[in-house]
């Protein structure tokens, strides 16, 4: 995309220029306070300073914000990290099949699959609970399913199928069909045709699942506070708690919550263009 | 015969996942409707069929109607605020500006946010607290002679306050989706409206906007779904306070503290009706837009695709 430069008028291209600045510096306000306040001691909590920088700056509020959050930010490790791997094999094979290896029927199936990505999980909560409540007892494995990480990690795996599946497949459509045909006239069949020809390729498409994976698991409250208990309470339910008792300064609120948010942001940071396509992949239409 | 062996393996491939989405998402869709039609009203008893009444007595509770009016409020605020603030940005920068990749990643980052940490921040920012006592963007508009608001505690707007960290969060994306539409149109259309004696206005009004439809009808229905079942923040800014119920928090009350399956069943339905009637329109119209497209006959697989897959899209299509 050439700017149409020199044709513009200079004050037009600053008054632009000034817009976006002013709008970025907002955008920005929040990271100042979370920052700025993360580092005060109490004795500069009082609301005159609110938006000060700290006099004397203090690593205090961090540390105790890390004791209090370190096994929510556990449990979302072991959330988020087989989580996001299970979404991209079931998406990557989904794919595959829908754009590569389609029966009859793979359009309305798809569409099918489609509708699950925006169904609002309320819609499936109270049902999704009594299973899992049910799986507990019927299989003897208690705090597993219902008020464990497997239940959640399961219940964030089926409802990323939609969502896996479309980033892959709308992937795999640029791959040229005299490929995958080539492929089967040499008598490879569907598995050996995308273990040699298609997996090789999916790097990108991987990246993007995983991140966008990673991301909404990491970031999901809904299902934690409906299906964890207090053994299994992911960052966010944690982080609601903390920062829900009246008891707790801001200074660890804000720590608390700058905790919680590094490892998406660095995902962000360091794989900002993959993180891009997932979002444009929610639009449905890419 | 021989056909289906072809297609085949592939079906069974995707078994596992059809018989999940089958089970999870419609199985469970209907298992929730049918428990909204019983008067299972605790946690023990049987649940006899009483049809649609629950659907007709949530309307006698003030709560419910509360909570349907600060959607709507909710609703139309953040769709419109983050699709105008959105497509401002992207306006701005769709010919080309210095920096335009930094602006982008400050946009864009509260998206990589939980809604409970925003939340958390966004408390603070609008915090209610006046005069001495103002932190946050009280104390800042004080300082600027701006009046001080009550922000979301406010009896008639305080759902709009709410709807500020959810614009915040979700205007970068909406940017990023018209910054794809805008350059997804091509120069040489510009040029000949341009030849053809269209000034700037007019090639924005008559080649630019037509061609930004379906990315504006992508962002509603994103924006739209988002609002409908908000949840997370609200929690994290007000709890569980009445001043900003919502249906998804009113759900989550009438299971876990009062107890009544048919009742928070009954709201998930409303929930899921609400955002079903404009979703399945929306998707059935675009799968069938998508086969009118004829499929780019062989794409070539480019390791570095380009910012956004939809321009490549865009430029293939057009």
């Given at each position: 995309m050439t700017a149409v430069g020199g044709r513009r008028a200079k004050p037009l291209l600053w008054t632009r220029f000034g817009v976006l600045l002013l709008f970025g510096v907002i955008f920005l306000i929040p990271i100042y306070v979370l920052l700025v306040t993360s580092f005060k001691?109490?004795?500069?909590?009082?609301?005159?300073?609110?938006?000060?920088?700290?006099?004397t700056w203090t690593a205090e509020a961090w540390r105790v914000a890390w004791e209090k959050l370190a096994p929510g930010l556990w449990n979302s490790v072991l959330l988020a990290v087989p989580g996001s791997l299970l979404s991209c094999a079931l998406g990557s094979m989904n794919g595959y099949v829908l754009s590569k290896w389609r029966f009859p029927g793979a359009d309305v199936l798809f569409t099918l699959f489609l509708f699950g990505m925006f169904i609002p999980y309320q819609g499936v909560m109270i049902p999704l609970v009594q299973l899992l409540v049910w799986l507990n007892e019927a299989t003897g494995l208690?705090?597993?399913?219902?008020?464990?990480i497997p239940g959640l990690v399961l219940a964030h795996v089926v409802y990323g199928i939609p969502i896996c599946t479309l980033i892959f497949r709308n992937y795999y459509?640029?791959?040229?069909d005299e490929l995958i045909e080539a492929s089967r006239v040499d008598g490879a069949g569907l598995l050996r045709t995308y273990w040699s020809i298609v997996l090789p390729v999916s790097g990108p498409a991987f990246a993007v699942v995983i991140i966008w994976q990673f991301t909404s698991l990491w970031n999901d409250f809904l299902f934690a506070v409906f299906l964890t208990g207090p053994q299994s309470w992911p960052t966010t339910v944690m982080l609601n708690n903390i920062a829900g008792a009246?008891?707790?300064?801001y200074s660890q609120q804000m720590a608390a919550a700058i905790l919680a948010s590094i490892p998406t942001m660095v995902i962000y940071v360091l794989l900002g263009r993959f993180f891009m396509r997932g979002l444009m992949a929610g639009a449905l239409k890419g | 015969m021989r056909r289906a062996r072809t297609w085949l393996p592939g079906l069974l491939l995707v078994t596992p996942s059809i018989v999940a989405i089958g089970v999870f998402v419609y199985g469970m869709l209907g298992w929730n409707f049918q428990l909204a039609m019983?008067?299972?009203?605790?946690?023990?008893s049987e649940g006899q069929f009483v049809g649609l009444q629950n659907f007709i007595d949530i309307w006698d509770q003030p709560r419910w109607h509360l909570s349907v009016n600060h959607t709507i409020v909710f609703t139309v605020v953040f769709v419109l605020g983050a699709l105008l603030l959105g497509w401002l940005l992207a306006f701005l920068m769709e010919k080309g500006i210095k920096g335009e990749g930094t602006f982008r990643a400050i946009y864009l980052f509260?998206?990589?946010?939980s809604f409970v940490a925003t939340g958390i921040v966004w408390r603070w920012l609008m915090?209610?607290?006046?005069?001495?006592r103002a932190v946050g963007l009280n104390r800042l508009f004080d300082w600027l002679g701006l009046p001080q608001w009550q922000w979301f505690?406010?009896?008639?707007?305080g759902m709009a306050a709410m709807a500020l960290p959810a614009i915040w969060q979700m205007s970068g994306y909406v940017m990023a989706l018209f910054l794809a539409g805008f350059r997804g149109v091509p120069e040489e259309l510009r040029e000949a409206a341009r030849v053809d004696g269209c000034t700037e206005w007019g090639v924005y009004r008559h080649v630019v906007l037509p061609m930004l439809r379906p990315v504006t009808l992508s962002a509603l229905i994103i924006l739209g779904h988002i609002s409908l079942k908000v949840f997370d923040l609200i929690v994290a800014v007000?709890?569980?306070?009445?001043?900003?119920?919502v249906p998804a928090v009113f759900m989550w009350v009438a299971v876990f503290?009062?107890?009544d399956p048919a009742k928070g069943a009954t709201i998930a339905s409303y929930i899921v009706v609400s955002v079903a009637i404009f979703v399945i329109p929306y998707l059935i119209w675009s799968v069938r837009a998508e086969r009118r497209t004829v499929r780019p006959e062989s794409g070539s697989l480019r390791g570095q695709r380009g910012p956004s897959e939809r321009d490549h899209e865009q430029e293939r299509r057009s």
């Amino acid at each position: 995309m050439t700017a149409v430069g020199g044709r513009r008028a200079k004050p037009l291209l600053w008054t632009r220029f000034g817009v976006l600045l002013l709008f970025g510096v907002i955008f920005l306000i929040p990271i100042y306070v979370l920052l700025v306040t993360s580092f005060k001691p109490l004795t500069e909590a009082d609301p005159g300073q609110a938006w000060n920088l700290p006099q004397t700056w203090t690593a205090e509020a961090w540390r105790v914000a890390w004791e209090k959050l370190a096994p929510g930010l556990w449990n979302s490790v072991l959330l988020a990290v087989p989580g996001s791997l299970l979404s991209c094999a079931l998406g990557s094979m989904n794919g595959y099949v829908l754009s590569k290896w389609r029966f009859p029927g793979a359009d309305v199936l798809f569409t099918l699959f489609l509708f699950g990505m925006f169904i609002p999980y309320q819609g499936v909560m109270i049902p999704l609970v009594q299973l899992l409540v049910w799986l507990n007892e019927a299989t003897g494995l208690q705090g597993v399913f219902y008020g464990g990480i497997p239940g959640l990690v399961l219940a964030h795996v089926v409802y990323g199928i939609p969502i896996c599946t479309l980033i892959f497949r709308n992937y795999y459509v640029t791959i040229p069909d005299e490929l995958i045909e080539a492929s089967r006239v040499d008598g490879a069949g569907l598995l050996r045709t995308y273990w040699s020809i298609v997996l090789p390729v999916s790097g990108p498409a991987f990246a993007v699942v995983i991140i966008w994976q990673f991301t909404s698991l990491w970031n999901d409250f809904l299902f934690a506070v409906f299906l964890t208990g207090p053994q299994s309470w992911p960052t966010t339910v944690m982080l609601n708690n903390i920062a829900g008792a009246q008891a707790t300064p801001y200074s660890q609120q804000m720590a608390a919550a700058i905790l919680a948010s590094i490892p998406t942001m660095v995902i962000y940071v360091l794989l900002g263009r993959f993180f891009m396509r997932g979002l444009m992949a929610g639009a449905l239409k890419g | 015969m021989r056909r289906a062996r072809t297609w085949l393996p592939g079906l069974l491939l995707v078994t596992p996942s059809i018989v999940a989405i089958g089970v999870f998402v419609y199985g469970m869709l209907g298992w929730n409707f049918q428990l909204a039609m019983t008067d299972k009203h605790d946690q023990v008893s049987e649940g006899q069929f009483v049809g649609l009444q629950n659907f007709i007595d949530i309307w006698d509770q003030p709560r419910w109607h509360l909570s349907v009016n600060h959607t709507i409020v909710f609703t139309v605020v953040f769709v419109l605020g983050a699709l105008l603030l959105g497509w401002l940005l992207a306006f701005l920068m769709e010919k080309g500006i210095k920096g335009e990749g930094t602006f982008r990643a400050i946009y864009l980052f509260p998206m990589a946010i939980s809604f409970v940490a925003t939340g958390i921040v966004w408390r603070w920012l609008m915090n209610s607290g006046t005069g001495e006592r103002a932190v946050g963007l009280n104390r800042l508009f004080d300082w600027l002679g701006l009046p001080q608001w009550q922000w979301f505690r406010d009896q008639d707007w305080g759902m709009a306050a709410m709807a500020l960290p959810a614009i915040w969060q979700m205007s970068g994306y909406v940017m990023a989706l018209f910054l794809a539409g805008f350059r997804g149109v091509p120069e040489e259309l510009r040029e000949a409206a341009r030849v053809d004696g269209c000034t700037e206005w007019g090639v924005y009004r008559h080649v630019v906007l037509p061609m930004l439809r379906p990315v504006t009808l992508s962002a509603l229905i994103i924006l739209g779904h988002i609002s409908l079942k908000v949840f997370d923040l609200i929690v994290a800014v007000s709890g569980k306070q009445i001043i900003t119920d919502v249906p998804a928090v009113f759900m989550w009350v009438a299971v876990f503290d009062s107890n009544d399956p048919a009742k928070g069943a009954t709201i998930a339905s409303y929930i899921v009706v609400s955002v079903a009637i404009f979703v399945i329109p929306y998707l059935i119209w675009s799968v069938r837009a998508e086969r009118r497209t004829v499929r780019p006959e062989s794409g070539s697989l480019r390791g570095q695709r380009g910012p956004s897959e939809r321009d490549h899209e865009q430029e293939r299509r057009s």
